[in-house]
């Protein structure tokens, strides 16, 4: 029998095959994909510095599109559209964090051989690292000086990511759509209005608990690098510049949506 399953007779054309315009490496770019994984030395462990680096920067353009999505879904009053996809970029962030595994298998000997070779480079340098904690909300202009050495393109996209609604601005629309005040002064109030009215409201409840897992989860993953940077370099300074570990650690405190943290303390 052939691979096709046909036991006998000429091979019948498969599903798709009709037109004949797409491979499978064709249609995913994998010549282009494939060429850009280039060390910068002959130490063997610098591939999988790259490769995990490259997974993650493609995860991360995947959140943004799908967060996008979400803040839209928001404004349009479309709730259940927003939920499902941060059901997703929860799947994402889950991954992000267990990835992490990955590079650890890299002792910090191994490192070593390259790690000289990567100042003053840094995910501080990350453009899609800080775009996403822009559009999630955590919007600190002074991270801009980190990209003196970005493109137009880049600098242009972090400073649209500043000036556009955050997934806040979104979800305030949402409450406001149904009813609920939002002004600094009320938001609480009507936070409150949410959580004990859930017959009435618990779209609302439900989304604002998944913004608030998206917000734990970046949190874990902070903490999930911290520790691997520890492993990898201990008390080191980092090649960005920064205290290392210490600077990170304080990173780990940060929140998206502080007043859905403070609303457990009024339940
Ligand atoms: C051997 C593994 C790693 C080490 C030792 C390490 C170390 C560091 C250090 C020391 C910093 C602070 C900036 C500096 O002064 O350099 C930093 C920042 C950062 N790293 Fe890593 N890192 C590692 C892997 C990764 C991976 C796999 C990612 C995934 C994209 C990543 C993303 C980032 C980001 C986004 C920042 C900025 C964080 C912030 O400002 O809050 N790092 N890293
Ligand atoms: N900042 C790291 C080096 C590092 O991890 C790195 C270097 C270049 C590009 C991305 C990196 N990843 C995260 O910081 C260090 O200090 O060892």
Not at 32 to 53: G, K, M, N, R, V
Not at 80 to 96: D, Q, Y
């Amino acid at each position: 029998m052939g691979i096709d399953g046909d036991a006998s007779g000429p091979p019948r054309r498969q599903f798709g095959e009709e037109g004949g315009r797409l491979s499978y490496g064709g249609y995913l770019r994998l010549p282009e994909l494939l060429d850009q994984q280039q060390p910068q030395s002959q130490a063997p462990d610098e591939l999988l510095f790259i490769t995990i680096h490259q997974v993650y920067e493609l995860w991360f353009k995947l959140l943004l599109h799908e967060l996008e999505g979400a803040r839209e879904a928001m404004f349009a009053g479309e709730l259940w559209k927003a939920r499902h996809l941060f059901k997703r970029v929860h799947a994402v962030e889950r991954v992000l964090i267990e990835q992490v595994e990955v590079l650890e298998t890299m002792t910090p000997q191994d490192f070593m051989e390259f790690r000289a070779k990567l100042a003053p480079a840094s995910g501080f340098q990350s453009v899609q690292f800080r775009e996403l904690e822009f559009l999630s909300g955590l919007r600190d202009e002074r991270y801009l000086g980190s990209f003196r050495h970005a493109s137009d393109e880049e600098l242009a996209r972090l400073r649209r990511r500043l000036a556009e609604p955050t997934l806040w601005d979104a979800y305030l629309t949402a409450l406001s759509r149904r009813g609920l005040p939002v002004s600094d002064e009320e938001i609480m109030t009507s936070l409150l209005a949410v959580a004990r009215n859930r017959g009435s409201y618990d779209d609302l409840w439900q989304l604002a608990e998944d913004l608030l897992t998206h917000d734990e989860t970046a949190a874990l993953w902070r903490m999930r690098h911290v520790q691997m940077v520890e492993r990898q370099i201990g008390t080191k300074s980092g090649t960005g510049g920064s205290t290392g570990a210490p600077y990170l650690r304080g990173r780990a405190r940060l929140h998206y949506f502080p007043l859905l943290w403070e609303l457990r303390a009024w339940l």
